[in-house]
């Protein structure tokens, strides 16, 4: 698994993915897609970081399992009050957002819109920027609206608070996160309640 892994990180680092991209897309932290890309393939010489490859492909993979989901997750949403907006953070909670938009709507009766954010560690290969990421302006709008913030999993909180900040600062009032899995085992980020699916705890 870790060789598949490491093979996997530098294939997406000869296709330009960024280190934040590579995280993503393996569902790892930042210092494991790291590590991964400066591995040799055949030997793994230095010691890994703690962390735990999530693979959720068989959801993604398939639209009725991704509907599922997403209903779940809506449903874990809905229990913090209306939602004008969901906000799905690029690129793995967008599929999960789009859904739950429709769900969300048919469940509360409001007209529901969708808003994408760009996490800043797609738009530069470093974790020591204070910058934040973006909210696309070609979706949804949060200024004024109730925000549910939509992720497939959260390792450590960072994208999640850079968000948070993000829909603050744009005039729009976060009412919670919710993921697929939270790695990190957190009930709330700056003050807004975080739920999951599926909570990954070390013993």
Same mark, same amino acid.
């Given at each position: 698994?870790?060789?598949k892994l490491i093979q996997k990180a530098q294939e997406l680092r000869q296709h330009?993915?960024?280190?934040?991209?590579?995280?993503?897309?393996?569902n790892v932290s930042m210092d494991t897609a790291r590590w991964?890309?400066?591995?040799?393939?055949?030997?793994?010489?230095?010691?890994?970081?703690?962390?735990?490859?999530?693979?959720?492909?068989?959801?993604?993979?398939?639209?009725?399992?991704?509907?599922y989901v997403s209903g779940a997750l809506s449903d874990l949403a809905i229990a913090h009050g209306d939602a004008e907006v969901v906000c799905g953070i690029?690129?793995?909670?967008?599929?999960?957002?789009?859904?739950?938009?429709?769900?969300?709507?048919?469940?509360?009766g409001f007209d529901t819109s969708l808003a /994408?954010?760009?996490?800043?560690?797609?738009?530069?290969?470093?974790? +020591?920027?204070?910058?934040?990421?973006t909210i696309s302006t070609n979706f949804g709008t949060v200024e004024g609206k109730k925000v549910v913030i939509v992720d497939d999993v959260i390792t450590s909180g960072k994208t999640a608070r850079e968000v948070i900040h993000t829909v603050k600062d744009l005039g729009g009032e976060p009412t919670c996160v919710v993921v697929l899995?939270?790695?990190?085992?957190?009930?709330?980020?700056?003050? /807004?309640?975080? +739920?999951?699916?599926?909570?990954?705890?070390?013993?």
């Open positions: 698994m870790k060789q330009g993915f960024t280190t934040g991209e590579i995280a993503d897309e393996l991964l890309t400066l591995q040799k393939t055949a030997e793994v010489k230095a010691e890994a970081p703690g962390d735990f490859a999530i693979n959720w492909k068989s959801i993604g993979g398939n639209s009725t399992r991704l509907s690029a690129v793995s909670g967008i599929p999960f957002a789009t859904v739950m938009t429709e769900f969300l709507e048919d469940l509360t /994408i954010f760009h996490p800043n560690k797609h738009r530069k290969d470093t974790d +020591e920027s204070d910058d934040e990421g899995i939270d790695k990190a085992g957190l009930s709330e980020i700056e003050g /807004i309640p975080v +739920e999951s699916l599926i909570k990954v705890s070390r013993i």
